[in-house]
């Protein structure tokens, strides 16, 4: 865990340690580090924001930043007579008093998972400076032991823009996290068959796409079994930070690039061209939640056009979680929140350069399946192919969701079965079978509703059965099953809107309660629950306590020094009404502004997707009016 921005105005360590235990973050959080505000005990007084320093309670040292971003070490005195002539820390500095008690706390709380460790630590003699002696190459085995089992949470801190304490996250991640090398593995052979995962693909201006995988062996040409698409790979790079090796294979755990793929996506499956069919097998693929929010992408002009829909089909090929497509002339662009659309702005613009208007942020509404009957031969379409007339037949099995069904995100909350009653890999994946066209004709049908232009959820549909006239083309069946599935949904009427919730935990000050409820209730919102700070459990449904504070090291408060207040607590505190809600995603796209307004800038609030639920038939037609449908 690393607490980032210790350098503003309020930032305090100490509140930050006891937050992760009162919203059950983890029960034993470790600080592995004491921040500097600064070397001059004056600014302590004075309580003035800031971070110049941190001291490594591990390894017993301390890390200096001037004014310039340079980087200095110094070792820490190992007994009281060197620690009277340090001369890095005046003898009045805040921090002087608590450096010994947070080493000493630091590993009595870890003997806690190590019996060896607590064995040694009671072998030691009871003077105040026995517990530096011990060296931390011990303490870093005991340390990575208890990391891996989970049984411990280590906490650093440190500013990241200011590049305070990243250098200690990177080498505790190396000497504490888990390792591929950990695990016992077969030692590698040339040219092997090799099956691997795209984790992540990138745009890179001098070396164009490049696609992120782990151990593979340099090989001409790989077969992308998510697309059925032959690749032909340009390199192979070994990665060190930003510098990058051309090598012919990836040592084990290691993380590499491969470079001149064209139409792999990020979550897509590579295998070698001449591996057997046990090996083609997709690898499990990255489905990132509903987009809930989507804004239209204007170009500023008409030789703009082209750029921006380049851009935006590359940026959908790195992230999967943003969806583009066009409606009545717009482009769209749809993403998992407000934030994450102000990141595929940012991006168009610094990444590909493009030049656009970013249009008014609208809510992602959803239409469900209207109750209207089905005609007689509504799995039958008539088509021309090859100078005659066809008639190809999709049957399918269409109803609503029931309440304690589940949709399958994949589908974006429908659930959509083979004749087997099997559930259907995403349509992207599928190609060169019937079914493949079948599910890809639903999924486009699926996508854009008759009756609302909404895209459709809480649909169950399963395929019954299908015909296809011999010498007919496979790939008519795509638009077959779009018309039928599209005429079906036609016929059953405008279906119930769904709107896109979100789960709310605000935490206020007594006096800013009454407003804060009020403002909820008028946008729409409903009061779950009103408490004392606590937090939800993992489904949101009831408010459970925090982890208690023993055995866990706090350091003082006053070692932030713009953190904390006269009295010695820390402006968290404050906070001691906790309000549990649910409201409309489109009510509180700007609550951030709303909640500072109404709390005086002391209120906090947490805000998690509660999924699509139906509305009132009011707000329903008042959806349909802001989208143009009624």
Same mark, same amino acid.
């Given at each position: 865990?690393?607490?980032?921005?210790?350098?503003?105005p309020?930032?305090?360590?100490?509140?930050?340690?006891?937050?992760l235990?009162?919203n059950?973050?983890?029960p034993h959080?470790?600080p592995?580090?004491?921040?500097i505000?600064?070397?001059?005990?004056?600014?302590?007084a004075?309580a003035?924001p800031?971070?110049?320093?941190?001291?490594?309670l591990?390894?017993w040292?301390?890390w200096k930043w001037?004014?310039e971003?340079?980087?200095?070490?110094h070792?820490?005195?190992?007994?009281d007579?060197?620690?009277s002539n340090f001369s890095?820390?005046p003898?009045?500095?805040p921090?002087?008093?608590?450096?010994?008690?947070?080493?000493?706390?630091l590993?009595?709380n870890?003997?806690m998972?190590?019996?060896?460790l607590?064995?040694?630590?009671l072998s030691l003699p009871?003077?105040?400076?026995?517990?530096l002696?011990?060296?931390?190459?011990?303490i870093?085995?005991?340390?990575r032991k208890a990391?891996?089992?989970?049984?411990?949470?280590?906490?650093?801190?440190?500013?990241?823009m200011?590049?305070?304490g990243?250098?200690?996250?990177?080498?505790y991640?190396g000497?504490?996290?888990a390792?591929?090398?950990?695990v016992?593995h077969?030692?590698?052979v040339?040219?092997?068959?090799?099956?691997m995962?795209? /984790?992540k693909?990138? /745009?890179d201006?001098k070396?164009?796409w490049?696609?992120?995988v782990?151990?593979?062996t340099r090989?001409?040409?790989?077969?992308?079994?998510?697309?059925n698409?032959?690749?032909?790979?340009?390199?192979l790079?070994?990665?060190?930070?930003?510098?990058a090796e051309e090598?012919d $294979?990836l040592?084990f755990g290691?993380?590499?690039?491969?470079?001149?793929?064209?139409?792999?996506?990020?979550g897509?499956t590579l295998?070698?061209?001449?591996?057997?069919?046990?090996?083609?097998?997709?690898?499990?693929?990255?489905?990132?939640?509903p987009?809930?929010?989507?804004?239209?992408?204007?170009?500023?002009?008409h030789s703009d056009?082209e750029?921006?829909?380049?851009a935006?089909?590359a940026?959908?090929r790195t992230?999967?979680s943003?969806r583009?497509?066009?409606?009545?002339?717009?482009v769209?662009?749809?993403?998992?929140?407000?934030?994450?659309?102000?990141?595929?702005?940012?991006?168009?613009?610094?990444? /590909?350069?493009?030049?656009f208007?970013?249009?008014?942020r609208?809510v992602s509404?959803?239409?469900g399946l209207?109750?209207?009957?089905?005609p007689?031969?509504s799995?039958i /379409?008539?088509?021309?192919?090859?100078?005659?007339q066809?008639?190809?037949?999709v049957?399918?099995?269409i109803?609503s969701?029931?309440?304690?069904?589940k949709?399958d995100p994949?589908w974006?909350?429908?659930v959509?079965?083979?004749? $087997?009653g099997?559930?259907?890999?995403?349509?992207?994946?599928l190609?060169g079978?019937?079914?493949?066209?079948?599910?890809?004709g639903?999924a486009s049908?699926?996508?854009?509703?008759?009756?609302?232009s909404?895209?459709?959820?809480?649909?169950?549909?399963?395929l019954i059965?299908?015909?296809l006239?011999?010498?007919?083309?496979?790939?008519l069946?795509?638009?077959a099953a779009a018309?039928?599935?599209?005429?079906?949904?036609?016929?059953?009427g405008i279906?119930?809107?769904l $709107?896109p919730?979100v789960?709310?935990k605000?935490?206020?000050?007594?006096?800013?309660?009454?407003?804060?409820?009020k403002?909820?209730?008028e946008?729409?919102?409903?009061?779950?629950?009103?408490?004392s700070?606590a937090t939800?459990?993992?489904?949101?449904?009831e408010e459970?306590?925090?982890y208690?504070e023993?055995?866990?090291?706090?350091?003082?408060?006053?070692?932030s020094?713009s953190?904390?207040?006269e009295?010695?607590?820390s402006?968290l505190?404050?906070?001691?009404?906790s309000?549990?809600?649910?409201?409309?995603?489109?009510?509180?796209?700007?609550?951030?502004?709303?909640?500072?307004?109404?709390?005086?800038?002391?209120?906090?609030f947490?805000?998690a997707?509660?999924?699509?639920k139906?509305?009132t038939?009011?707000r329903?037609?008042?959806?349909?009016? $802001?989208?143009?449908?009624?």
């Amino acid at each position: 865990m690393f607490l980032n921005k210790l350098d503003r105005p309020g930032a305090s360590f100490g509140a930050s340690i006891a937050s992760l235990l009162s919203n059950r973050l983890h029960p034993h959080p470790l600080p592995l580090v004491l921040p500097i505000a600064s070397f001059d005990p004056l600014h302590y007084a004075q309580a003035e924001p800031g971070i110049q320093g941190l001291v490594d309670l591990v390894k017993w040292r301390v890390w200096k930043w001037d004014t310039e971003g340079q980087v200095s070490c110094h070792p820490l005195p190992r007994d009281d007579v060197a620690f009277s002539n340090f001369s890095l820390l005046p003898s009045s500095h805040p921090i002087l008093p608590h450096l010994i008690p947070a080493r000493t706390q630091l590993l009595e709380n870890l003997s806690m998972f190590s019996e060896e460790l607590m064995e040694e630590l009671l072998s030691l003699p009871s003077s105040t400076t026995a517990y530096l002696q011990i060296d931390s190459s011990k303490i870093l085995r005991h340390l990575r032991k208890a990391t891996i089992r989970n049984e411990i949470l280590p906490v650093l801190g440190g500013s990241a823009m200011k590049d305070i304490g990243t250098d200690l996250v990177m080498d505790y991640i190396g000497e504490l996290l888990a390792s591929p090398v950990d695990v016992p593995h077969d030692s590698q052979v040339a040219n092997a068959p090799v099956r691997m995962l795209a /984790w992540k693909v990138a /745009w890179d201006k001098k070396r164009g796409w490049m696609t992120f995988v782990r151990r593979v062996t340099r090989q001409s040409v790989v077969l992308n079994t998510t697309r059925n698409q032959r690749e032909r790979v340009s390199k192979l790079l070994l990665l060190y930070a930003a510098e990058a090796e051309e090598v012919d $294979e990836l040592p084990f755990g290691s993380v590499g690039v491969i470079l001149g793929l064209r139409y792999t996506r990020t979550g897509d499956t590579l295998v070698s061209t001449g591996g057997s069919a046990s090996n083609r097998s997709i690898l499990r693929d990255i489905t990132p939640p509903p987009a809930v929010i989507a804004a239209s992408i204007i170009p500023q002009s008409h030789s703009d056009l082209e750029p921006v829909q380049e851009a935006l089909n590359a940026l959908a090929r790195t992230d999967p979680s943003v969806r583009v497509d066009v409606q009545e002339g717009q482009v769209l662009a749809h993403g998992m929140g407000a934030l994450h659309l102000e990141i595929v702005e940012g991006r168009l613009r610094d990444e /590909w350069g493009v030049r656009f208007e970013l249009g008014q942020r609208r809510v992602s509404y959803r239409e469900g399946l209207g109750l209207g009957p089905s005609p007689p031969k509504s799995n039958i /379409w008539q088509t021309d192919s090859g100078g005659k007339q066809v008639e190809i037949m999709v049957s399918l099995e269409i109803r609503s969701l029931g309440p304690e069904e589940k949709g399958d995100p994949i589908w974006d909350g429908n659930v959509v079965l083979d004749e $087997e009653g099997q559930p259907c890999p995403s349509p992207d994946t599928l190609s060169g079978t019937p079914r493949a066209h079948i599910f890809q004709g639903v999924a486009s049908a699926l996508s854009n509703s008759p009756n609302s232009s909404l895209a459709l959820s809480h649909l169950h549909i399963q395929l019954i059965g299908f015909a296809l006239p011999t010498g007919t083309p496979m790939s008519l069946l795509t638009g077959a099953a779009a018309v039928i599935l599209r005429n079906r949904i036609r016929n059953a009427g405008i279906g119930p809107i769904l $709107e896109p919730f979100v789960r709310l935990k605000i935490s206020v000050t007594e006096d800013s309660l009454g407003k804060v409820v009020k403002d909820l209730t008028e946008h729409g919102g409903e009061v779950l629950d009103l408490g004392s700070g606590a937090t939800l459990d993992a489904d949101g449904d009831e408010e459970v306590g925090g982890y208690p504070e023993d055995g866990v090291y706090i350091p003082p408060l006053n070692l932030s020094p713009s953190g904390s207040t006269e009295s010695g607590s820390s402006g968290l505190y404050r906070l001691k009404r906790s309000i549990h809600a649910l409201a409309p995603l489109s009510k509180m796209l700007d609550y951030s502004n709303r909640l500072r307004a109404l709390s005086g800038g002391h209120g906090l609030f947490e805000m998690a997707n509660a999924g699509f639920k139906e509305v009132t038939e009011a707000r329903k037609l008042e959806i349909l009016k $802001e989208i143009g449908r009624a």
